[in-house]
């Protein structure tokens, strides 16, 4: 990985717009858990079953590789970071994430929780992270987990790479202009028991990053007023 150069101002202005996005939401703490849209809900969440579990959102400027497509909104060296699910892996397989896993006993919470297994998936040094807050807890009824995203700001960059290839088959980093721009955005469609079911998603880097991830980035997006116009009924059939 190249050493990135110092922060530009707008890539501290992104900064500045995540921190407050997350104090904002940290203020409204204790708030009920966030629904999928009704577009991606299979089925109840099972309060019987039901798992906790955390996501690292690390934004920052990870690489000296600029946006494809850049624009007004981002600085073009902004980045995210995913790692694809290995095809071997039992649920969501082959699927694009944010790092990220189940909340264990002796994790302390879901920060903790997204920094550790951020550290187990990719290698990434934590001590790198500037952790910005969490978000409300979202839930994934499809395997019974209620997830808590985290952001982070990678202020002190550290390479990053599959650790373990039955869990990850790629790790990369998106910038986020790409990830905005209309052209790269798509819904996602599932057609389960003559039922279909759609998600935003966002085609990058011959990716896919749809499902609950997708939710999620748009969600995010849509919340920090970076959303770009574009054309939800240009569908993609996933499965």
Known sequence: MERPGPETGTLRGARAQLEALASAHHAASGAT??????SWRFRPLDPQT?????????????????????????????????????????KHAGQVAFPGGKIDPDDEGPIAAALREAEEET??????VDVLGALPETELPVSDFLVTPVL??????SQVCVVDPTESAHVFRAPVADLLDPANRVSAVVVRGGEKFTSPAFLVQDMLIWGFTGIVVSRLFDELGWTLDWDETREHRVL
């Open 33 to 38: 858990p966030r629904r999928l849209p009704e």
């Open 50 to 90: 039901v798992q906790r579990a955390a996501v690292l959102i690390l934004f920052g400027r990870l690489d000296d590789r600029p946006a494809e497509h850049p624009h007004d909104v981002v600085p073009e060296e902004l980045d995210v970071l995913f790692v694809q699910r290995a095809d071997t892996l039992r």
């Open 123 to 128: 290698g990434l040094d934590p001590a790198g």
């Open 152 to 157: 982070g700001w990678w202020a002190r960059p």
